[in-house]
């Protein structure tokens, strides 16, 4: 949608070490980012520093900047652009920071804030995943398009983002999430202690024995891949409850969204340790009480970063109806069906390419409503 649009969104990726400014236009980087210590621990230091990093981007421009758009870990009042509560990262904006008004008093442009996981789904399905989908089933012959998009980031938590027909469903709350979901082997548990960083380590140390280990998952696939040594098995077992837990918690989700989920972060290098098990959660069964079997999802799930199951989720199941009573008839395509494909555009700039395309989408939306 915004993939030719000449407008310009300052962005900014704000991590409790740093603070990696940087400029977006037809939803690509323009500018090469300029990184700053957040000084996340004292409150005027923090501000001073975004001042200074937003002001140094734009005065690199040649021309003026529509808007301010980023994400910001923690909870929030994000329609309001009010930080608080809180923040391991930002301690010093849990009492309530408003960060949105206070720059856009600074710089007198508008300020959007969100969550990093809505802006990943956001940025996924206008400019990243799910263009890319329906352009391969264009060009493919299919009527098949989607509209919606269940975006996921696998990292230090379990991030979600919710579009539906194109628009970013945020919550009346701001408040959409997956990781305090259950655990699905775990009674009691929050479903983020077995698809994180921490999970992975954790289940290499019970599988291998060795609770002393120092490594994180990078060098954990890297074992899985034997690259490295250390307990195959355990790796491999690691990422595979991985796959498990989070394709449990993914099943919730799709069945009520209905549309192509797509996950990103850090962690999807070991994809293919990950992927078995996820899928195989997806395309799961559950049973009634008189002992029948039910798929968990009405629709069939395929990996659509496997040419061949691409293939087939483009084909579908056409088929002719019969017009009672005339001789016309119908097509249609009976299957339901969904898609599982990971990031093209990488976590960090799906996340500014969703600031970008919400920036934009809130400012025509105010113009088109006088």
Request: aromatic share 10%; charged share 25%; net charge negative.
């Amino acid at each position: 949608m915004y993939f030719h649009d000449n407008r310009i969104v300052i962005t900014l990726d704000a991590g409790g070490t740093n603070l990696v400014f940087g400029a977006m236009r037809s939803c690509e980087y323009i500018t090469t980012p300029i990184t700053y210590p957040s000084n996340a621990h004292d409150l005027d230091l923090c501000l001073d520093t975004m001042v200074k990093g937003f002001r140094e981007v734009i005065d690199s421009l040649d021309e003026k900047p529509v808007a301010i758009s980023f994400a910001f870990p923690g909870p929030a009042d994000y329609p309001n652009g009010i930080i608080g509560g809180y923040l391991p990262n930002f301690p010093s904006f849990r009492d309530g920071v408003a960060l949105g008004p206070f720059l856009q008093n600074e710089f007198g442009i508008p300020v959007f804030i969100n969550n990093d996981g809505d802006l990943f789904a956001y940025g996924e399905a206008l400019c990243g995943a799910l263009p890319e989908v329906n352009k391969r089933l264009a060009e493919s012959g299919s009527k098949k398009r989607f509209k919606n998009l269940l975006g996921y980031t696998f990292g230090t938590g379990y991030g979600v983002g919710i579009v539906v027909n194109g628009q970013l469903n945020r919550g009346d709350n701001s408040c959409v999430e997956t990781f305090c979901l259950p655990h699905k082997t775990k009674a009691g548990i929050i479903v983020e202690e077995g698809v994180a960083v921490r999970a992975i380590k954790r289940v290499y140390a019970e599988a291998s024995g060795d609770y002393n280990h120092n490594y994180e998952p990078k060098e954990i696939c890297e074992i899985a891949d034997g690259k490295r040594e250390g307990n195959i098995d355990a790796a491999r077992k690691a990422f595979a409850e991985f796959g498990e837990i989070a394709g449990d918690a993914m099943a919730m989700a799709a069945q009520l969204i209905d549309g192509v989920i797509v996950i990103g972060g850090g962690i999807t290098a070991a994809r293919h340790w990950i992927l078995p098990s996820l899928m195989k959660e997806l395309r799961s069964d559950l049973a009634t009480l008189g002992g029948d079997r039910v798929r968990r999802l009405q629709m069939e799930v395929f990996n659509l970063d496997d040419p061949a199951e691409f293939e087939r989720f483009a084909k579908g199941n056409s088929k002719t109806v019969v017009v009672r009573g005339t001789n016309l008839t119908v097509e249609y395509d009976d299957m339901k069906r969904i898609g599982v494909t990971f990031s093209k555009l990488g976590a960090s700039k799906a996340i500014s390419a969703g600031a970008y395309a919400f920036a934009l989408s809130k400012i025509d939306e105010n113009t088109n409503s006088f």
